[in-house]
């Protein structure tokens, strides 16, 4: 088994250069994932594990090759671990697997799909959070229009606790998302507070897209134009607006609530 102790070594460079840089990981078609259950998750979601990094002190050569299977397993020290390592705890484990492609036609649909719409989401923790809902509710998909940060990023795969691998997930613009909603004959509901309708009137068993934009500016014109309904939850505070993770678990538990689940 290979084993390395230097953090000048070439390959250790190349892994700090997929933490840090989304190029590096673009170019790559590979990213890190730290910790036991974010790994297995990784596993479980069809990603393909390259290799396997461990830290005995921490994480046994059984556990790591438990989670290995047919990928590279290394060895590394103390200090190798601390660069690479991310997170202020965790559990002496890193693996590097390959990207999916994140297209739409990628997507498998069930008959009534319910999908999860987030356009332009800038916040790493809102996407974690909103990936974390998804997986909750046992979402068909989650669709990222206009995606504005790495879904690969470091802060997304540690925020949304491994959801990132557990959900079906594509991008695209929002134009080609409309078209394909559309071609599909989904429903869209929008969550703007333009030319809305209290969001619990609409039925949702269909099959249905649930459409939400960011806390600062909400959804753009294009989809307001073009949704089904746009939709709202009403407010009775000062403010006019909730975190968009919080707003998209209250539209999606209501449409899986008219579901029977």
């Known amino acids: 088994m290979k084993q390395i102790t230097s953090i000048q070594n070439p390959f250790i460079k190349s892994l700090v250069l997929l933490q ?3 190029k590096n990981r673009r170019q790559t078609g590979t990213f890190l ?3 036991v259950r974010e790994i ?3 596993v479980k979601g069809h990603y393909e594990i390259e290799t396997v990094l461990f830290y005995p002190e921490i994480c046994s050569e059984t556990e790591a090759r438990k989670l290995a299977k047919s990928a590279e397993l290394i060895e590394i020290n103390k200090e190798v671990f601390q660069k690479l390592s991310y997170r202020d705890t965790t559990e002496g484990i890193l693996a590097v697997a390959k990207s999916k492609s994140l297209q739409l036609a990628d997507l498998k649909l069930s008959a009534t799909p319910l999908i999860l719409v987030a356009e332009a989401p800038e916040k790493p923790g809102n996407i974690g959070a909103l990936l974390r809902t998804a997986d909750a509710a046992n979402l068909d998909a989650v669709i990222i229009a206009n995606p504005k940060s790495d879904l690969y990023n470091p802060n997304i795969v540690r925020s949304s606790v491994g959801c ?3 959900n079906q997930i594509a991008t695209a613009s929002t134009t080609e998302i409309i078209s394909f909603l559309k071609e599909k004959n989904i429903n869209f509901y929008c969550a703007t507070l333009q030319n ?3 969001y619990h009137t609409q039925d949702y068993t269909k ?3 649930l459409v ?3 806390e600062a500016t909400g959804l753009t014109q294009e989809w307001r134009d073009a949704a089904t309904q746009n939709i709202i939850i009403p407010m009775q505070g000062e403010i006019d607006s909730m975190n968009v993770s919080v707003a998209a678990a209250i539209l999606i538990f209501e449409a899986k609530r008219q579901r029977g689940f």
Do not use: N, Q
Request: aromatic share 4%; no cysteine; hydrophobic share 40%.
């Open 164 to 166: 990132l691998f557990t």
């Open 212 to 214: 939400v934009g960011t």
């Open 33 to 35: 994932i730290e910790g």
């Open 40 to 42: 297995s998750l990784a």
């Open 196 to 198: 809305s309708t209290s």
């Open 20 to 22: 840090e840089k989304a």
């Open 207 to 209: 099959p249905t897209a």
